[in-house]
């Protein structure tokens, strides 16, 4: 056994003070008296009139010297060491991403975590010297955050992580290891702690990096059933229709037979039987009428370890008309695709683009270059703003296609196997862009959003390319216009990953025109923020979204919801990860904490209060 604070001994001295007290008598009072009958009996008393007599046996005595001795115990705060980490810098992650409310650990992964981190706290060496040691305290949920900051305080360590709330939200443990290896870089005896089941860690880039990490696992099942995909399209078969797409993923390693419900604002629509095998992904469509903005919402009505990926939902406007200016010097396939990209598609053909013309959702320059740069959303075919492409544009003879990101929305369902190009312009990929289609030496087709204006950049003259005679001509001109269309771009900001920064353009709502200076946002718990508006602000942007549901938003005249879900996949599936993998540095293995350094000066306190309890009793038992 050793003592966190042996200078606590010192207060044994007054053990001996307490004895000195029980050996003092009360001093006689010397009294004049008439008679000397009495002084026979005051001579048989000089002894008891001593300073000092023999100590006699004493129950009070012992327990007062026994509760001493218990006080000065627990002020010297004895522990036991054992062999653990010695470093005098630790960082505690605890991960309170969503895969973390699994019911599988008692009461939850979450709680088993903290419980751990704690039992480290306890094990922390503090006081003054050279093996002090220091802890600091960080949560991976929405956002990495630092709970607190490093020190060797084990009460304000303990409030931290006893603070620390779970949310619905993906892993963010990416930036938390970050910020931990910033910290722990010139420290070589630094440590990092990670508490957490490993779901969706990915430490490749810490490969060439002396991360110096403890991966502690909680979780110890995979029984679980979760929504990881949920959508809402007008229905190809009739468009006055809605149709929702759901992914349902079976992470349980048995074959699962449930239901699923459809609500359209908390009105039940429609329910239906699923069955989901094995390790599987099984896709559901419903289709629903839809006469006003709304919410849809899907639920499994599914019992198992994890309930956030039962539900999810999503804001659902009725489609308005897309207006489509086609600026061209007569390109029939081009016409055509536009023509059959979407019922309520609208096509316009015009030979130039000029500020004073009528606004359109989406503008498409086909090798024309217009007398006005338009500031709408922009589909642009072999021609070049010059302001988009800082390196200058080339041209490259016959580009083979040898790469394309599928993944992206504009490419869904796309493919350029077939497709031959015969002349391209030659760029590099701007900053505010990604390639889509590449060429050995240069990109064919990128995207992305400059300020607030979405374009797609297509390098080559479809016309002196196969692609028009080719499926995937018509696809990619449909996901074009879907994508540029502004109502999808306020589709993607009203359905959101939980977590994930809500983002709202000030001018779409009028409200930069109109006297408001706040916004006010209501959680799904119903708790009200009011968020001030700087009048030169361009944008709201409200970050308090690590739970999921709908959020109710008023800014200014106008009132409207966004929907936050999980709908992770990683998430979903909650085996808990044996090792984290490294790269080429190997794995972290993970390890199990061990009670070390723990102390006893509670038990001590603890004995010390029986001990006057004891007393009390023992007093009033014999005056009763």
Known sequence: MSFLAPFAFLFALSLPVVVVFYLLKRKRVVRLVPSTVLWQRFLAETQA????????????????????????????????????????????????????????????????????????????????????????????GANAEVKQSATSEKSALRRALESAQVTDSPTRLTEALRVAETLTRDRPDAEVHLFSD??????????NKDLK??????????????????????????????????????????????????????????????????????????????????????????????????????????????????VTKGNRFLEKALLAAGPNVEVVTAPD???????????????????DWPTGNL??????????FAD??????????????????????????????????AVKTPTWAVALVDSPSAPLIVAGELGRQRIVW??????????????????????????????????ERISLRAGDAFRWPLNETGVADSPASIAKITSPSGVEQVIPLDAKARELVF??????????????????????????????DLKPRGELSMGRRGDVVATTLKRANLEYWRWFALAAFGVMMGEWWWFHRRTA
């Open 353 to 371: 683009v000029r500020e004073s013309d009528p606004h359109f959702d989406v503008v498409v320059l086909d090798d024309v270059v217009p007398t």
């Open 458 to 491: 297509v390098g080559f003259d479809t016309l002196q390319s196969t692609w028009p005679l080719r499926i995937s001509f018509p696809i990619f001109i449909a996901n074009v216009v879907d994508w540029l269309n502004p109502g999808s771009a306020t589709a």
């Open 49 to 140: 009139s001593a300073p000092f007599q023999r100590l006699r046996h004493n129950w009070l005595l012992l327990l007062q010297l026994l509760l001493l001795l218990l006080l000065v115990l627990a002020l010297a705060r004895p522990y036991f060491a054992s062999k653990t980490s010695q470093a005098s810098l630790q960082v505690v992650i605890l991960d309170a991403s969503a895969s973390m409310q699994a019911t599988d650990e008692t009461p939850t992964r979450f709680d088993r975590a903290r419980t751990e981190a704690l039992k480290l706290v306890d094990g922390l060496k503090t006081g003054f010297g050279a093996k002090s040691q220091q802890l600091l305290v960080m949560i991976a």
């Open 213 to 326: 990490l403890v991966f502690h696992r909680v979780g110890q099942r995979s029984n679980n059933l979760g929504l990881v995909s949920l959508d809402v399209k007008p229905n190809p078969e009739n468009p006055a229709q809605r149709a929702i797409f759901a992914s349902v993923a079976n992470f349980t390693g048995a074959p699962v037979e449930t239901t699923m419900e459809l609500r359209f604002d908390d009105q039940l629509l429609e329910t239906k039987a699923i069955t989901v095998t094995a390790t599987n992904t099984v896709p559901v469509v419903f289709v629903a009428s839809q006469t006003q903005d709304g919410v849809f919402s899907v639920k499994l009505n599914h019992q198992d370890d994890l309930a956030a990926d039962n539900v999810a939902r999503v804001v659902s406007r009725l489609p308005l008309p897309v207006r489509v200016l086609l």
């Open 198 to 207: 490993g779901a969706g860690v990915d430490l490749t880039e810490f490969a």
């Open 543 to 572: 970050g308090d979204t690590a739970k999921q549901g709908l959020y109710q938003v008023t800014l200014g005249t106008n009132q409207f919801a966004f929907a936050a879900n999980l709908l992770d996949y990683a998430e979903s």
């Open 379 to 388: 589909l642009a075919i072999h021609v070049a703003n010059t302001n988009w």
């Open 392 to 425: 200058g544009i080339g041209t490259l003879e016959g580009p083979p296609l040898v790469d394309w990101k599928n993944t992206h929305p504009l490419l869904r369902f796309v493919n350029f196997d077939t497709v031959q190009v015969a002349q391209s312009l």
